[in-house]
């Protein structure tokens, strides 16, 4: 991988150019080749920024052909057409079927099933609950158990609408004629022993990376938020939202939200740098607490598997934990699209970041620049002068790759070496050494080239040598323009792997892989999910992660 390549600015050679075929001036013959991001709309305006502050420039539908971009962003599903067509240089922030865990209702029974499958032992860490209208009967035989055995006040429970997020529409009741609702909620056991810092109540946003679900593989960020209620916690007052919810949209309009907080401080956030050390000061063990926290987010995403087979996609999803006053984490909730807006400068910190390190994540290579107008997909508009200039030498460049291909894929040392170094002329010839230097291209170049290491360069470069997997044939085929591209059809190399050992790379900026996490489990994940080996494997590692 490219470690830090904030990206990658490839000359092209100008007959190979677009551009050129649309203007005949002398400055549009050096083109310096940026990667390119698609948003739709709604989508955060840190995406934008993030991705512009990286060299990286804005799909622009009028202009450039329809598969022209790296990275399409939405806040929605991608429908399967999208999936199906995309292609080895891009990327989509969505997984299809995702969300079947981000509402709150289908969570409640996926992780039920689990729990029935795989036993209450590893399944007991989200709060007991009960989908509205439909398990009614069943709260009540729950609600009448408590009420019983835990004197005349029974415990608390909170009632969410399932489609609504932020904080809306909750209600917080312990006696059942206080529930009243006008849609599907899920009713929930609500922690009324919360970890509290200076009598505040806290809970977690812990982003999450899956950048696949066969194999699965699983990154958490290290880095992340503590969201505070900005007024001290009360049973005695269940409907005082800001001692009780720890949303900021909700909080930031509290009276209290901008003063200052004994022993919170002003506004209602902490980074988690922060909250582990408060921790270490009163010798909690954050190492055993976030262990806990890794094997609720294995163990949740697993009761989402087996998903459609999607190549070229991530997820970032956000889970919300709670630590109760023994440091037992609890899984609240795990959100679709985890809010990327900036209501103070420790969301700017965090999230900033997080979003340059999901970029490094998605493992662009220098040939993904190239995109498709090396070889295909020009716009009707464009599409016979393309074609009578450029798209001839680009079918025979093509012909040649595809030998090329075919050799490599046989990964015989021998003949690989000559097919690669063929394909290296190739490149080479459609790469000027000295490009242009314009003023903004100067201001790129600084910004990116010290991230492009020299190792990686190197390694794009090196023709296969003997002992190279089929595996890592693929690789280099997807590495270089290959028929495969010309063809619309995706190379089966997943991107999150390493160019150096075939395996996920362990961490990608504060991104650290929490699956697999050893051998079995590795083995476990791949060619379909088995989840009955991945549970014994977690089951393991919990008990081995007990105190003696
Ligand atoms: P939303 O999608 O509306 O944010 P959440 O499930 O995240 O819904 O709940 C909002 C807030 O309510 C949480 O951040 C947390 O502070 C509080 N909360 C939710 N469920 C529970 C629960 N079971 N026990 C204690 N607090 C809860």
Redo the contacts with the bound molecule.
């Keep these: 991988m490219l470690q830090g390549g904030l990206c990658f600015w490839v000359p092209v050679n100008s007959s190979d150019s677009k551009m050129e075929m649309m203007a005949s001036d002398d400055d549009t013959r050096d083109i310096l080749r940026p990667l390119v991001f698609r948003l739709h709309e709604n989508v955060p305006a840190l995406v934008r920024e993030v991705l512009l502050e990286r060299g990286w420039t804005e799909f622009d539908k009028k202009e450039q052909d329809d598969a022209d971009w790296n990275l399409y962003w939405r806040n929605s599903p991608f429908c399967m057409t999208d999936h199906r067509g995309v292609k080895p240089w891009q990327r989509l922030n969505h997984y299809p079927e995702a969300i079947r865990i981000t509402r709150?209702d289908f969570l409640a029974r996926h992780l039920k099933r689990m729990k029935g499958a795989f036993g209450s032992t590893l399944y007991e860490f989200s709060?007991v609950a009960f989908i509205m209208p439909k398990d009614y009967v069943k709260f009540v035989a729950e609600y009448s158990k408590e009420r019983q055995s835990g004197g005349r006040s029974g415990c608390y429970w909170?009632c969410?609408p399932v489609d609504?997020?932020?904080?809306?529409g909750?209600l917080i009741f312990q006696d059942i004629k206080d529930l009243v609702y006008d849609c599907t909620v899920i009713v929930?056991?609500?922690?009324s022993n919360?970890l509290l810092i200076s009598g505040y109540?806290l809970?977690l946003r812990l982003y999450v990376c899956v950048t696949s679900f066969c194999p699965l593989t699983i990154y958490t960020y290290e880095e992340g938020l503590v969201?505070f209620?900005t007024e001290k916690f009360d049973l005695e007052s269940l409907d005082n939202v800001y001692a009780?919810?720890?949303?900021t949209s909700i909080n930031k309009y509290g009276a209290s939200y901008k003063k200052y907080k004994e022993g919170i401080g002003c506004g209602s956030k902490w980074t988690f740098s922060k909250f582990r050390s408060y921790l270490r000061i009163f010798d909690v063990d954050d190492v055993v607490l976030w262990q806990k926290i890794n094997n609720i987010v294995i163990l949740t995403l697993l009761a989402l598997t087996p998903l459609p087979v999607a190549s070229n996609c991530f997820e970032l999803f956000g889970f919300?934990i709670?630590i109760d006053d023994k440091f037992k984490p609890?899984l609240?909730?795990v959100?679709y699209n985890p809010a990327l807006c900036l209501d103070c400068s420790i969301d700017d910190t965090v999230k900033r970041k997080l979003l340059h390190d999901v970029v490094e994540l998605l493992n662009y290579k220098q040939i993904d620049t190239l995109r498709h107008n090396q070889v295909a997909g020009i716009k009707a508009g464009r599409r016979q002068v393309l074609w009578s200039t450029a798209g001839e030498r680009a079918t025979k460049e093509t012909s040649s790759l595809l030998n090329c291909q075919k050799v490599a894929k046989r990964s015989s040392a021998s003949s690989a070496q000559p097919a690669l170094r063929k394909v290296a002329a190739l490149t080479k010839k459609t790469t000027r050494a000295h490009p242009r230097k314009t003023l903004t291209s100067q201001l790129r170049e600084k910004m990116n080239t010290p991230k492009i290491s020299v190792k990686a360069e190197a390694e794009n470069k090196q023709p296969l040598g003997i002992g190279h997997s089929s595996r890592e044939s693929a690789r280099l085929c997807h590495q270089l323009p290959t028929p495969d591209a010309f063809n619309y059809k995706l190379i089966p190399c997943p991107y999150f792997i390493s160019d150096k050992d075939q395996r996920p790379i362990p961490r990608v900026g504060d991104f650290v892989l929490i699956f697999p996490f050893n051998e079995a489990a590795l083995k476990a994940s791949k060619d379909g999910t088995n989840i009955k080996n991945i549970i014994k494997e977690i089951s393991k590692l919990v008990s081995k992660q007990l105190p003696s």
């Design positions: 709150k709060p909170i969410k609504l997020s932020r904080g809306r909750i929930q056991k609500y922690i919360p109540k809970d969201r209620a009780h919810l720890t949303n919300d709670l609890w609240l909730e959100n």
